[in-house]
């Protein structure tokens, strides 16, 4: 097994020896490909699983771009958003139909940052007069951070309404990744009480967009969420597999490759030896946020 791994890690390493810094990468194994080879497979019925870090014109960007790219195929494109609360659905329907303004609209969601011109686009792209709709996909807060504080135990009977029917938790391989990034918690039971607010988020937005596409199956939703959860599909994608086993889903994970150098990002883009690809396709450009 170790001289397999050895010999896999230098195939890896090798095959991205002069990683590019920008265009559109197979996941498996980081062949070049165009936008509308990325997305060419989307049909209806299926879901699109965009990973960014938030707050980049760049990435909001891609992201347009993938969703004029599926509309360019004739597919009805509605969008799910990680930053509007599911509680809240009314005031994004009343966004989108014009009965609320924006300002009127920020201030009903108490949107914070960033600002929302990096999101304006993605949450107006869908076509109301073809019955394409913006959703709202997150777990409110209040739920999450309760989550966070108390665990799952210590949530109250009205808390505990607001999950997700069948709620569960992430997999192993995910609670590992997300845990070797809090290496400074206090103890393990406080890991456990932020994988359990963690896991919600994941859960709640599988279970929203799962409820979504099995009643338009003529529909494509793409979803726009913070990268981690997309990223080996440990997060989002396993919890919507879990919940539509049969359903077509295409992740894309976009990498700020700004400052690298080649072999950083050979490291950031390879597969991983024990979870595999980062993403079905990686996307990656410099990126700078502007301060909006």
């Given at each position: 097994m170790k001289t397999w791994s050895l010999f896999l890690i230098s195939i890896l390493m090798s095959a991205c020896a002069h990683a590019q810094s920008e265009g559109i990468l197979r996941g498996s194994d980081h062949v070049p490909v165009?936008?509308?080879?990325?997305?060419?497979?989307?049909?209806?019925?299926?879901?699109?699983?965009?990973?960014?870090?938030?707050?980049?014109?760049?990435?909001?960007?891609?992201?347009?771009?993938?969703?004029?790219?599926?509309?360019?195929?004739?597919?009805?494109?509605?969008?799910?958003?990680?930053?509007f609360t599911y509680t809240q659905q009314n005031f994004v329907d009343s966004y989108r139909a014009g009965t609320l303004s924006e300002p009127e609209f920020l201030k009903a969601i108490q949107w914070g940052s960033p600002s929302y011109d990096y999101y304006r686009a993605q949450a107006l792209f869908p076509n109301l007069a073809e019955g394409a709709l913006t959703l709202a996909l997150n777990a409110p807060r209040s739920v999450t951070s309760a989550a966070a504080k108390k665990g799952l135990e210590g949530l109250?009977?009205?808390?505990?309404?607001?999950?997700?029917?069948?709620?569960?938790?992430?997999?192993?391989?995910?609670?590992?990744?997300?845990?070797?990034?809090?290496?400074?918690?206090?103890?393990?039971?406080?890991?456990?009480?932020?994988?359990?607010?963690?896991?919600?988020?994941?859960?709640?937005?599988?279970?929203?967009?799962?409820?979504?596409?099995?009643s338009h199956p003529d529909q494509v939703l793409v979803i726009v969420v913070g990268e981690f959860h997309v990223q080996y599909g440990g997060g989002l994608p396993d919890r919507l597999r879990v919940r539509l086993p049969n359903t077509p889903i295409v992740t894309f994970s976009q990498i700020n490759t700004l400052g690298m150098e080649e072999d950083e990002i050979a490291v950031e883009i390879q597969p991983s030896i024990q979870d595999g690809a980062r993403a079905d396709y990686l996307w990656l450009a410099p990126a700078q946020s502007l301060g909006l």
């Open positions: 165009t936008l509308q080879e990325s997305v060419a497979s989307v049909t209806p019925g299926s879901i699109v699983v965009i990973g960014e870090n938030h707050g980049f014109v760049q990435h909001r960007d891609q992201q347009v771009q993938v969703m004029q790219a599926l509309r360019a195929q004739g597919l009805k494109v509605s969008v799910g958003l990680e930053f109250s009977a009205d808390e505990k309404s607001l999950l997700p029917p069948n709620f569960a938790l992430g997999r192993d391989s995910y609670k590992r990744r997300f845990l070797s990034m809090m290496p400074h918690l206090p103890t393990p039971e406080a890991g456990e009480r932020y994988f359990a607010a963690q896991s919600i988020w994941d859960d709640t937005m599988a279970w929203r967009a799962a409820d979504f596409i099995k």
